[in-house]
């Protein structure tokens, strides 16, 4: 099973734009690594959190017909902590999508309490890697989008509400 770190997602506009969540709780192993007295959520898995989000969006486009890999992180900066018990956003933008891969642009914000905060901006590179030109073999079936990742897509489309 894989680690999915967005619980759910709260917008989405197909080849265009996505927003997930992800609420920290204390319990969470990861959040004592670094400072055991002070629980943080790790920089890494904010970029993370924007990769999985950003990668249903691109995938999605395309019916999941091509395996979605993260190629490269252009940027990743970081203006504020998050701590245990806050709730992350992640919007993900598709500034380009072709046959080859796609490029995101995104903003990672705190949206628990009273306003949103900002916590970073960050743009990423994927590539389809059935497209790739190095003629590398890969797996036929879709290894990257398994069943607990498009069920995410397809549970925003059930959602009436999203309460936070």
Not at 55 to 76: F, M, P, Q, T
Not at 104 to 109: H, L, M, P, T
Not at 116 to 123: A, F, L, M, R, S
Request: glycine share 8%; proline share 3%; hydrophobic share 45%.
């Amino acid at each position: 099973m894989r680690w999915m770190w967005i619980d759910k997602f709260t917008q989405f506009e197909s080849g265009k734009r996505a927003v997930a969540i992800k609420a920290n709780c204390l319990a969470e192993d990861h959040l004592h690594d670094l400072y055991p007295d002070y629980p943080i959520v790790p920089q890494s898995l904010l970029i993370e959190g924007m990769a999985q989000t950003a990668g249903l969006l691109v995938g999605e486009a395309n019916g999941y017909k091509e395996k979605v890999v993260l190629a490269k992180i252009g940027r990743a900066t970081f203006e504020r902590l998050v701590r245990a018990g806050q709730t992350v956003e992640f919007e993900a933008v598709v500034e380009q999508l072709n046959h080859i891969g796609a490029s995101i642009s995104g903003v990672i914000r705190i949206i628990s309490g009273p306003e949103k905060q900002q916590v970073g901006t960050i743009e990423l590179m994927f590539s389809h890697i059935d497209n790739n030109i190095s003629g590398t073999k890969f797996p036929a079936h879709n290894f990257v989008f398994t069943e607990h990742f498009t069920r995410m897509v397809s549970a925003f489309g059930e959602q009436t509400e999203v309460k936070i």
